[in-house]
């Protein structure tokens, strides 16, 4: 019997569907438009833009022009790619225009859907931005897609490594621009780093699709966009407390798995502090005491590098370095590293050598840049599992596209076994029976350590490695005639083999293929059956020349890959094997679809076993007491839709705790963005004025009058007032000699006529060193002071917050809310950052006698841009290195001249100063 739910759903149909249904009008007007429009020549048809823009600037919204534009585009797609919007995907590109998130299962052409919305939205002129997950698919998407775009008159940029400040420029000022997600972030960073308006390279936000959306709104936004320098080497610090770890014991310490945490018990801390004191690291009566603060936090960080981290799982070391695995895509990540010490941590416990910490200059969340989007859309095959998340976070709705072709892949019950040799014994048996039927499979595992576990298990059984030094390492497979002949062949697709990502998964379709992978998420190659025909005609035919022996040998490439297709068909499609659940259920169905692409026939199923992860953390003692009571042998397994649905649950726990825990992170972070708004729209309204004076000469008179009523009490005789501290300040902050004992001698006189006095003989010594240094070079002078102090500030600012994030928790036991004071403490620094800023500003420009050279932009040769990229693993520093050296480093390459600061180009403030002093460049000429 029906619930009442699920009888209305009968009737009314879903809330999914009802808002699908709501477009099928316009997917009518769009395919009658369609007769038309093939009739038109190229350039009638490419002339419709120039239409469309006409009729925006008339008065017409995007919304009037929708049906005709995405008619347009369909034609353009028709004549230039050769493909034709399907239905399916005319609505999934309404979606995308609207707003929303449109999830469209793997092989339904995601990439082809958004040249609908964003040629629509680049109509407008404002710049259309689309994100992905790496640079190949920024180049290929553009490149591919460019020809719709540059057909019907719109011009295409990409922005990826190794660009300047120009070319980024250029290739914003297009009408679309491909991207990653890293290099848009870190170039708002970078231009809210810059000193002129004509140097920044973005021109706003307003519309972007993301590619991936859910590996790029969730998995990457666990960690922020960091731009940062380096801070003093503490090395030997980190080696000596790494040292103390082994000495403790099992009841020294307390680990926590399902939260990820390890703390030190009450005798381990004790343990801890004699050890440390015994060593001399231990300043004052108590290891808590306030001088000790960075030797409890690397105690603790050494303690979470040993007993959290894992070699080979979380991290790898390869060239004397410690390199970060991707949880999610099993890749390694050598541009990232981890924050607050805990790099350095694993650094000293593997015994490599240490690289200093680095200091935050500027750093941004993915959810705070992406919401600076008028309008945000994405696309996925992988959505409705986070769409609280993404509504709650973004206020993106996530809609279900139907595919174009029903899907026909067998998605069977989990088996559930004992112990994980079980479990592989299980694998390799069901791996032979798919090679027998010429059944290609794909094996997903959740770590490289697995991975290898799993290869190693195979070549026990009689299997052999691929090898990628073979040119062709696919060739017998190839020539296979029946299902079960030919080698017992095996590639594993993970982080130490990541060169031969895109040979490897294109060939994972092939009759007899067997591909081991390390999470398939936003691998950007589809898995075509019978393998790819254009990445065999591209390696296999790259040394031949153009012509018909060419075109012959491509012939007979596509007629072979035809062959094996009908073969892999035969066999039932490509089978994925899962070997263990995943936290997250998108994971484990970013896994299950890259089967049954476009109606392929299909088969998935995971193998499990008590001893996982999830299934060992999440409660497995009351399963395998009840596997037990049943009877279960060894090699037998239990499948049952229930234990489906008790890990389900399982993971929707995890999944809801780790929203939370993303959700609680910015909901402080959303505290800093705010002032992150303010700062950012302070420093463009300064680049943009050419003239600063009057807001200097505002911050020299609040900075007077709050130094006057700290010495003089309102109201006050002057028996009461302190003279002496205030021409001391007064002397200490501007420079001058107020004569404030012979105006106290006067009748009558108020604090007000001391402040005006005061103003009188600083403006009078302001305006005497502008005339000096002369008016414009001065007006430079004061720009560049204000812009460089306002930086430096922000930045200590920065890691003030950081700290008092680290310990505003505390509060709690205090019965006070963390949030609400973290606001408010945040507040009262900012406002004392705003405070110390107009002292300082007017503390510099009083004492400033040299000109220095016009401000330049901010020099990032000693700067790292650190993200994680988990669909590459590429070096997100190389960033900065990739600048053109012509405009970074020193600033001049000639001799130093102790007596001319303009020779001595860019000095640390912490190097010893150029002039020869002794003292270092921040307590001599560098002084703020």
């Not at 798919?434 to 059984?461: C, F, N």
């Not at 497979?477 to 031969?500: C, I, K």
């Not at 239990?638 to 995890?654: D, G, R, S, T, Y």
């Not at 003279?723 to 420079?735: M, P, Q, R, S, Y």
Request: with cysteine.
């Amino acid at each position: 019997m029906l619930g009442l739910g699920s009888l209305a759903k009968v009737v009314f149909g879903s809330s999914n569907e009802r808002k699908l249904r709501a477009y099928q009008s316009r997917v009518r007007e769009i395919n009658a438009l369609e007769s038309g429009l093939q009739g038109l020549s190229d350039e009638a048809l490419r002339a419709k833009t120039a239409e469309f823009k006409a009729q925006l600037a008339a008065g017409a919204t995007l919304d009037d022009i929708l049906v005709p534009a995405f008619a347009v585009v369909r034609e353009a797609a028709k004549r230039t790619l050769g493909q034709r919007h399907f239905d399916v995907q005319l609505v999934g590109g309404m979606v995308l225009h609207e707003g929303r998130i449109a999830e469209m299962k793997t092989g339904e052409g995601k990439t082809l859907v958004s040249t609908l919305p964003v040629y629509l939205n680049a109509l407008s002129g404002r710049g259309v931005h689309v994100v992905t997950v790496n640079d190949y698919l920024a180049r290929r998407d553009a490149a591919w897609m460019g020809e719709v775009y540059n057909f019907l008159g719109m011009s295409v940029g990409t922005i990826v490594h190794g660009l300047d400040d120009l070319e980024r420029q250029r290739e914003y000022a297009c009408d679309i621009t491909y991207g990653t997600n890293n290099e848009f972030g870190f170039d708002f960073l970078r231009d809210n780093m810059k000193y002129e308006v004509a140097q920044m390279a973005q021109r706003g936000h307003a519309f972007a699709i993301v590619d991936e959306v859910d590996s790029i709104l969730v998995d990457e936004a666990r960690t922020p966009l960091i731009i940062s320098g380096p801070l003093d080497d503490r090395s030997d610090l980190y080696m000596a407390i790494d040292a103390f770890i082994p000495q403790l014991g099992a009841s020294d310490i307390e680990v926590d798995e399902k939260q990820r945490t390890v703390i030190f018990t009450e005798t381990g801390t004790e343990k801890m502090e004699q050890i440390l004191r015994d060593a001399g690291h231990v300043r004052g009566e108590d290891l808590y005491d306030v001088e000790n603060t960075t030797v409890v936090h690397h105690m603790n960080q050494a303690l979470r590098a040993h007993k959290l981290f894992q070699r080979d799982r979380d991290y790898i070391v390869r060239n004397n370095e410690v390199v970060i695995i991707d949880e999610f895509t099993g890749r390694m990540m050598p541009g990232r590293r981890y924050s607050e010490g805990l790099h350095q941590a694993l650094e000293a416990k593997e015994k490599v050598q240490i690289q200093p910490e680095n200091q935050t200059l500027a750093s941004i969340t993915f959810q705070n840049y992406f919401r600076m989007y008028e309008k945000l859309a994405g696309m996925t095959g992988t959505a409705a599992t986070e769409a609280d998340e993404f509504l709650d976070i973004y206020g993106l709705e996530v809609l279900e596209i139907p595919t174009n072709v029903t899907v026909q892949r067998k998605d069977e019950d989990d088996e559930v076994y004992r112990t994980v040799e079980e479990k592989y014994r299980a694998i390799v048996r069901e791996i032979r029976e798919a090679r027998g039927r010429g059944q290609p499979v794909l094996v997903g595992t959740t770590s490289i350590e697995k991975s290898e576990t799993l290869a190693a298990e195979l070549k026990k059984a009689g299997f052999t490695q691929v090898d990628f030094n073979d040119p062709d390492p696919y060739r017998a497979l190839y020539e296979t005639s029946g299902p079960a002949g030919g080698p017992m062949l095996f590639a594993v697709l993970n982080a130490r083999f990541h060169e031969q990502e895109a040979n490897i998964v294109s060939q994972a379709g092939v009759p007899g293929a067997i591909t081991i992978a390390t999470n398939m998420a936003g691998r950007g190659t589809d898995i075509k059956l019978g393998g790819s025909v254009e990445l065999r005609t591209k390696i296999e035919l790259a040394d031949m020349p153009d012509g018909p022996q060419r075109d012959q040998a491509a012939k007979t490439i596509e007629n072979e890959v035809a062959r094996l297709k009908e073969k892999a068909l035969a066999g039932g499609g490509l089978y994925v094997i899962g070997t263990e659940r995943h936290e997250s259920r998108r994971i484990d169905n970013q896994l299950r679809g890259r089967s049954g692409r476009q109606g392929d026939p299909g088969r998935s199923k995971f193998f499990l076993s008590l001893q996982d992860d999830l299934m060992r953390i999440f409660g497995s003692d009351r399963m395998e007491g009840m596997l037990v009571k049943l009877g279960l042998k060894e090699d037998e397994a239990i499948i049952h839709p229930w234990i489906n649905k008790a890990l389900e649950k399982a993971q929707q726990k995890v999944e809801a705790r780790n929203f939370d825990q993303r959700k609680n992170v910015l909901k402080y972070d959303n505290v800093m963005n705010d002032q992150r708004k303010v700062v950012f729209e302070q420093r463009r309204e300064l680049m943009g004025e050419p003239d600063v004076s009057d807001m200097v000469n505002d911050m020299r008179h609040r900075v007077i009058e709050e130094v006057v009523s700290r010495h003089i009490p309102a109201d006050a005789y002057p028996e009461q007032w302190d003279i002496a501290g205030l021409e001391k300040e007064v002397d200490e902050t501007f420079g001058i000699n107020a004569p404030v004992a012979d105006w106290a001698k006067e009748e009558g006189i108020a604090e007000e006529e001391v402040a005006e006095r005061t103003k009188r003989l600083v403006d009078e010594a302001q305006a005497a060193r502008a005339v000096r240094i002369g008016p414009e070079t001065f007006r430079q002078v004061e720009k560049a002071v204000l812009m460089q102090t306002l930086d430096h500030l922000w930045r200590e600012h920065l890691v003030s917050l950081d700290h008092l994030r680290q310990v505003i928790g505390w509060r709690g036991y205090a019965q006070r809310d963390p949030l609400n004071e973290y606001k408010s403490e945040a507040f009262e620094m900012f406002q004392a950052m705003m405070d110390r800023l107009r002292t300082n500003v007017t503390s510099t420009l009083m004492r400033i006698e040299l000109a220095p050279p016009a401000p330049v932009a901010p020099q990032f040769d000693s700067l790292q841009m650190q993200h994680l990229d988990p669909a590459t693993g590429e070096n997100a520093a190389e960033l900065a290195q990739a600048l053109p050296a012509g405009r970074i480093g020193k600033a001049t390459a000639g001799a130093v001249d102790a007596n001319d600061p303009a020779s001595w180009g860019k000095v640390g403030r912490n190097e010893p100063c150029p002039c020869g002093s002794g003292k270092k460049f921040k307590q001599c000429h560098g002084r703020v």
